[in-house]
DNA sequence: AGGCGCATCTAACATAGTTAGGAGAGTGCG
DNA sequence: CGCACTCTCCTAACTATGTTAGATGCGCCT
């Protein structure tokens, strides 16, 4: 038997070579793409051989579990710091918003993939790792709310051109940023289908931390 | 040597196994998933083995592109069919092609697919197989234009609309209709950025054909 | 009849994810 | 100290899948 200090660090050794697991699988994905994806080359690139990641991971869907658990994760918290910084006009958050989401998912390839979920034949994120995503949709939803936008629907339409241009920036322009320049005239679209009122000229920063 | 009849004949009959492989691959993916697509059981279907399928494609990937480009080109031939029967009405007609084009997508998920590239790992389509599809997109492109849209992006900010509703669709509601039902309003909101002017109560059909 | 082309076959290979079972290090108790 | 337990990693091997090599046999042309 352990007793409790040794067990506490036998736990933090185990948390940290499973990130070091998840971070060599992130750094395959991104030189190589998921596709490249393979437990040997992984577990190479740890010092180990690819049974003995099974001692880490129920299967190699778990891992990309992992993997996507971590972004969203790191989503969640970029998204909350976005929201200390967002300006207080409407319409200039809800561009800002826009951009924050088009970025984030246009910069990291292999991250965006995560949100269409079709990429992995046969993978099917798990709740745990999911959470921060609803999370942050769930936060998004109230905060376009308090924007004045009152309409679930008008939510997910947003939310829809938003997702539809990253896909068809991935799809047709990949490396420009044609697509990124759409973005600003389609959030004015959809704010004044929605109603929110015209920017102003310099609109003032908002919210002091509390 | 074959003479020229003979020539043809064979020609027929290869072809012949060619389609019947496709269809048996449809068959696969449409039952089971392209996940579960694999070639023993392709082969199976049309009572061959593995191997011999590559008298008739060169690889899985030729596979692909071969049921791909005839979804395609059904797609152009039902595009064409639509635009006899679209009505006079500017708003009215991008209403009914934006509701084909999502119904299209959303009944057939593996046609879907295709769409969206990267759901296959090392898969590009072939120009020669993708050619309808770029077709369909230019012929969507001048029928909007001829509706009175003269701004490409606002046109690439339509399908980008549809199209995120429809990853939307599969994503969240697959089975549901609620991003169905989002559609009328969020073209509603694109046609009145564009212009477009308001929907008559009893539209008249249009265009006899030629 | 003889020969050529071609579709199909069997056998096998390479690469994946995964499982079985054992070796060795660390830890705690007698 | 020595024994036993646990845990991580290992080697070996299995299975599934795309693919290649080479043989076989059928049909058509001369």
Redesign the interface.
């Known amino acids: 038997m352990l007793d409790a200090p040794n067990r506490d660090r036998n736990a933090e050794r185990r948390e940290a070579t499973r990130r070091e697991i998840v971070e060599a699988a992130w750094a395959i994905a991104r030189e190589s793409?998921?596709?490249e994806l393979t437990l040997r080359d992984v577990a190479a690139r740890v010092g180990m051989r690819a049974p003995s990641l099974y001692s880490h991971f129920a299967s190699k869907n778990a891992i990309y579990d992992a993997m996507f658990g971590q972004a969203w994760s790191e989503y969640e918290s970029s998204v909350l710091a976005l929201e200390d910084a967002l300006p207080e006009h409407p319409r200039a958050a809800a561009k800002q918003y826009g951009r924050h989401f088009f970025d984030f998912a246009v910069d990291d390839l292999p991250r965006h993939?995560l949100m269409?979920?079709?990429?992995i034949?046969?993978f099917e994120p798990s709740p745990e790792s999911y959470a921060p995503a609803v999370r942050v949709l769930e936060r998004a939803a109230a905060n376009v709310r308090e924007l004045g936008v009152t309409s679930e629907?008008?939510f997910?339409?947003l939310?829809?051109?938003?997702?539809?241009?990253i896909?068809?920036h991935?799809?047709n322009d990949p490396g420009g940023d044609?697509?990124a320049g759409?973005l600003d005239?389609?959030i004015?679209?959809?704010a004044?289908?929605v109603g929110l009122p015209a920017e102003d000229p310099a609109p003032p920063s908002r919210k002091s931390a509390p």
Chains 1, 2 share one sequence.
Do not use: C, F, K, S
């Open positions: 793409g998921l596709a993939q269409n979920q079709r990429v034949p046969g629907d008008d997910a339409i939310i829809a051109l938003i997702g539809g241009l896909n068809q991935h799809a044609r697509y759409l005239r389609a004015d679209m959809w004044d289908a």
